[in-house]
């Protein structure tokens, strides 16, 4: 099926490779699978390793092992932010008199804020001129503006940010020379062609930054579902688990079946099906993204995957 103006539909996931894939993390690859492939679309597969401090060591084959192991199938290559530093200088390029460096440490940012201010929205110190000239390292930083970018997401409705109200000038480059995700995430979505990003609800807040940067970048600005995000029945968010490879293949098919149940599809039993292949076809075929809730708790009785 071909979305309004007859794209092929191309969705994405993501992972940070920082651990092993967690329960959340399946919930988000298989709402943007189903949605790839319920619409006969690609379903692509991106590493965000563009922050190599935080990549854990075996993370990203540990992630690959457990998408094969549970059966999600992606198209084409899969693409690794840490290689993408020349695309995301080109872009940065492009943004021209939009950014500027920026010279504020951490440490000069706590001493110059009023107490309790540090770390939300930054005051634009450098933005007529560097604070500090003389500065070895600098981050480059957005302009933004206080109109309000808004967008509309199929789950959540109408969401708006005044990005320079709330968030303030956006860092793109780190002064360590590392880009920041909100960069590389909107350079490769549209590198990509991604028709619809959909993630976690806890990403909401960073959509109008991204919604910001693509229209300054010209770039198409792709639709977007955040479902939302898995909590622990007492408000916790979920920690990167071991998915080991000696699971049988009874408990992948009934982990894929929790995460069909968590996004509110009402898949038949377990013993309904007699491999992981068949509950995939299954959920292929009856996937109905307007069956996703509103909320999602983990009930009591689901402690494996906390
Ligand atoms: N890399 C992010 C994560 O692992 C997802 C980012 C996105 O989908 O835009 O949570």
């Known amino acids: 099926m071909l979305p309004k103006d007859n794209k092929p539909y191309i969705g994405r996931f993501a992972p940070s490779p920082t651990g092993s894939l967690h329960f959340g993390s399946l919930i988000a690859a298989t709402a943007s699978y189903l949605c790839a492939k319920s619409k006969e679309g690609k379903w692509l597969l991106r590493i965000e390793d563009v922050d190599q401090f935080r990549v854990k060591k075996d993370s990203i084959y540990q992630i690959l092992q457990t998408l094969e192991q549970y059966g999600y199938q992606w198209d084409d290559a899969i693409l690794y932010q840490s290689q993408r530093t020349q695309a995301y200088d080109a872009a940065l390029n492009d943004l021209g008199s939009l950014v500027y460096p920026c010279s504020c440490t951490r440490k000069f940012l706590r001493k110059q804020m009023p107490e309790g201010t540090y770390g939300y929205v930054y005051p634009s110190f ?83 930054r991204q919604c910001y940067l693509q229209h300054c970048l010209n770039y198409q600005q792709p ?70 809730p509103a909320q999602m708790t983990l009930p009591e009785h689901y402690p494996n995957c906390l």
């Not at 560097?130 to 930083?141: H, S, Y």
């Not at 909107?186 to 062609?193: A, C, G, I, L, P």
């Not at 408000?235 to 408990?251: A, R």
């Open 126 to 208: 450098c933005r007529e001129k560097m604070t500090n000239p003389d500065a070895a390292q600098f981050a480059i930083r957005l302009r933004t503006h206080d109109e309000p970018i808004g967008f509309t997401d199929y789950l959540q409705g109408d969401y708006q940010q005044a990005v320079a109200l709330e968030v303030g000038d956006f860092i793109l480059k780190r002064s360590d020379q590392l880009f920041s995700y909100q960069l590389a995430v909107v350079v490769d979505d549209e590198y990509q062609q991604i028709t619809e990003v959909v993630r976690g609800s806890d990403l909401l807040d960073n959509t109008p």
């Open 223 to 292: 639709q977007y579902l955040h479902f939302p995000t898995a909590v622990t029945p007492d408000g916790k968010k979920l920690s990167k688990q071991n998915h080991s490879p000696e699971v049988s293949d009874t408990e992948k098919r009934q982990t894929i079946l929790d995460t069909l149940h968590f996004l509110g599809q009402a898949p038949p039993a377990l013993d309904q099906f007699s491999c992981l292949n068949d509950v995939w076809v299954w959920a292929i075929q009856y996937w109905d993204r307007d069956k996703i």
